[in-house]
């Protein structure tokens, strides 16, 4: 402020211009054209940096980035305006951070943001509020509110990364991946890269900074913002986004998924290549006592689970859809008896946990939701599993294999995946029903034809629909390999065989026999039949619709 109180002396001819612009300025708190209310920009950022210090006298200030990067480009200025660069390298805070007091903070901001602005008011540019002006910057409630959408790094724009050209090479690096992926060596105190183990950002890098450490956003915006910076200071073609609207704002967000699709494109129907980092083809689900020594286990009663690692990479857009912060295995932190590393969520939870899509059972149940499945799925009675569909997972092992995975042998990982390969050979992957001339190809259901003709179903026609939606559904194919799989989606406490009792064998007629009494909510065959029907065409967001009665019954003529 002391360089501010000079500056005003000889600004004194231009009070009354000021005063004018001040007048503007306090009523609508910014400059430039007036906003439309309620409008949202995706570069609002709260400066509230003394509140790590003392309680603020002031609301925090309404800061809006990119719109003073514009404005310093216009004056041929550049970042290194507002930061400040330390061994070589922009930070990406205001500058000074470091080595003095809150108030000397606050004068800093007041000296680098009004001390700006009246520079540019004595030049006769249109500029933000000066001195004095305090509530036109510490709003405590601006017309303008954020509108940052979250950036991540999906598979498709982690490829483009991996594959740019221009990245190593602008750094005289060896590849990409060290431009991104560090750990932190102990001994030599820096950051390192570590091929072969890179690890999600959040490995290390939580939701707020701690012990040294950057959270996510600043190390997000340290790696990303400064290489792109590099990448244009170098006039490299097509680098990334510099301004937060670049990748924070649906416009910055949907100019990337453009790109993303090209480059799909341009790959001519070929997958995503896979990215190495030593994890296995095929990886035995299981977890072994060995692995906590000293302490009192269960016994393992079921067989491992034969994972295919690589084919579940390419379903998933992203590591973390099942792995955490770290890309460790699952029974690193879920042990048979759990560990405050994971919550103490046990290795049975972690895997059959049906609330979490990183679960086995939680995401195929995700997959069930979706509107091809929840037809039969979202009608199915929720009991529990019989010994036949747990098998279908934790596969009973052969003799020779069964030697290898005894509760007192601890095996390699290399020993393990060649086990799981082995079993995922024998899997049969073909989905199973009745030959098409076994299958009915319409059912009159007449028993309740009463006001309407007997509704006729064409039931060919919907079991040929259900196959066709599960045809490039490897989890479908899997799961309903037995001929009368799919037709438990319907007939769903019968026998799966091919010619199954009817309805009313188990729902009782309105005027028939009575419903079972150990069974009292069993619901009467109208109620069965419309319950089956309707929620499977609401589910499947199929026609006709529950109101349109006519559609299936035609009405009896009187």
């Not at 991946?177 to 890098?205: F, I, L, P």
């Not at 083809?281 to 690589?310: C, Q, R, W, Y």
């Not at 899509?357 to 009675?381: D, L």
């Not at 020779?400 to 290399?414: G, N």
């Amino acid at each position: 402020m002391q360089k501010i109180r000079p500056l005003l002396r000889w600004t004194g001819t231009l009070l009354v211009s000021a005063a004018i612009l001040c007048i503007c300025i306090e009523a609508r708190g910014e400059t430039g054209p007036a906003k439309a209310p309620g409008e949202k920009r995706p570069d609002l950022i709260k400066i509230d940096t003394l509140a790590a210090y003392q309680k603020l006298e002031l609301p925090p200030v309404t800061f809006f980035h990119d719109k003073h990067t514009d404005a310093l480009l216009k004056e041929k200025k550049d970042c290194e305006t507002c930061h400040f660069v330390e061994n070589k390298q922009l930070v990406l805070t205001f500058k000074p951070q470091k080595g003095i007091t809150p108030a000397e903070f606050k004068d800093a901001y007041h000296e680098g943001c009004i001390g700006c602005h009246m520079e540019m008011a004595a030049a006769g540019k249109k500029t933000g509020p000066p001195d004095g002006l305090c509530r036109s910057c510490h709003n405590a409630e601006p017309k303008i509110t954020s509108a940052k959408l979250g950036a991540g790094m999906e598979k498709v724009l982690h490829y483009r990364h991996v594959d740019a050209k221009t990245i190593a090479a602008a750094a005289g690096e060896k590849d990409n991946c060290s431009r991104c992926h560090h750990e932190y060596d102990k001994q030599a105190k820096k950051t390192v890269y570590a091929k072969g183990q890179e690890q999600t950002c959040r490995n290390c890098h939580g939701d707020k900074a701690q012990n040294g450490v950057k959270s996510l956003g600043q190390a997000a915006h340290q790696q990303c913002v400064l290489c792109h910076l590099d990448l244009d200071r170098k006039n490299v073609k097509d680098n990334g986004p510099v301004v937060c609207a670049g990748c924070h704002g649906a416009a910055g967000q949907a100019k990337i998924a453009k790109k993303n699709q090209e480059a799909v494109a341009k790959l001519q129907g070929k997958e995503i290549p896979r990215l190495l980092r030593g994890q296995p083809d095929a990886a035995l689900i299981t977890s072994n006592p060995k692995f906590e020594e000293g302490k009192a286990t269960k016994p393992l009663v079921m067989n491992p689970v034969a994972f295919d690692h690589k084919a579940h990479e390419k379903y998933n857009n992203n590591c973390q859809v099942c792995h955490h912060a770290s890309m460790d295995s699952c029974q690193k932190c879920h042990t048979l008896s759990g560990t405050k590393e994971g919550q103490f969520v046990t290795f049975e939870q972690a895997m059959h946990l049906s609330p979490s899509k990183r679960s086995c059972q939680g995401c195929h149940a995700a997959e069930q939701a979706k509107p091809e499945c929840a037809g039969c799925h979202s009608s199915m009675a929720k009991k529990k599993p019989d010994d036949a569909s747990c098998n279908l997972c934790h596969q009973p092992l052969p003799g020779e294999v069964a030697s290898q995975v005894r509760k007192d042998v601890v095996l390699t990982p290399q020993q393990q995946s060649g086990i799981a390969a082995t079993l995922l050979k024998g899997r049969n992957m073909n989905p199973g029903t009745f030959p098409e001339s076994d299958i009915p190809d319409k059912v009159v259901l007449k028993d309740l034809s009463d006001k309407y003709k007997p509704a006729e179903l064409s039931h060919r026609k919907h079991v040929l629909a259900l196959m066709k939606g599960m045809k490039d559904n490897p989890l479908a194919k899997y799961f309903h390999r037995d001929q009368g799989t799919m037709c438990q989606g319907c007939h769903h406490n019968s026998p799966a065989a091919k010619n199954p009792p009817g309805c009313g064998n188990c729902h009782a007629q309105p005027h028939g026999k009575a419903l079972s009494a150990n069974e009292p909510a069993r619901p009467g065959l109208l109620a069965a039949l419309h319950g089956q029907c309707m929620s499977c065409h609401k589910d499947m967001a199929v026609k006709p619709e529950a109101t349109a009665c006519t559609a299936c019954h035609q009405e009896k003529k009187k």
